[in-house]
């Protein structure tokens, strides 16, 4: 059984920095896309940023370029997602999502929530004063 467990969220300050941690557990990390992905409250579901297990190839939405890096520690079956710069604008529910569909050097076809079926719980980030 695959399961996906973040942490790391919480309150910051606009400007402030948060790192989320995605432990993946119940396969091997290989040949996986695994996404970060957010919801803030009346919005729809968005993808921030996605890594490929086997060779860490890496996108961002446009939004988070710049802000945002995501990473692996496989020796962890850890993903990261450490956020700089933060704005109010990023306040959401961040989940890890991961899938073993065919990477895409467009980060559009990676967006898509339905591809993903592996869901961690997910955490709250909020960026207010």
């Known amino acids: 059984q695959v399961q996906l467990v973040e942490s790391g969220g919480g309150v910051v300050q606009p400007g402030g920095s948060l790192r989320l941690s995605c432990v993946v557990s119940?396969?091997?990390?290989?040949?996986?896309?695994i996404a970060w992905f957010r919801q803030a409250p009346g919005k729809e579901r968005e993808a921030v940023s996605c890594?490929?297990?086997?060779?860490?190839?890496?996108t961002y939405a446009t939004s988070v370029m710049g802000r945002f890096t995501i990473s692996k520690d496989d020796a962890r079956n850890t993903v990261y997602l450490e956020m700089n710069s933060l704005k109010s604008e990023d306040t959401a529910v961040y989940y890890c999502?991961?899938?073993?569909?065919?990477?895409?050097?467009?980060?559009?076809?990676?967006?898509?929530?339905?591809?993903?079926?592996?869901w961690g719980q997910g955490i709250l980030v909020t960026v207010s004063l």
């Open positions: 999502a991961a899938d073993p569909f065919p990477w895409d050097s467009d980060f559009d076809g990676l967006t898509n929530p339905s591809e993903y079926h592996y």
């Open positions: 119940g396969y091997t990390m290989d040949y996986y896309n």
């Open positions: 890594i490929h297990s086997k060779d860490s190839s890496t």
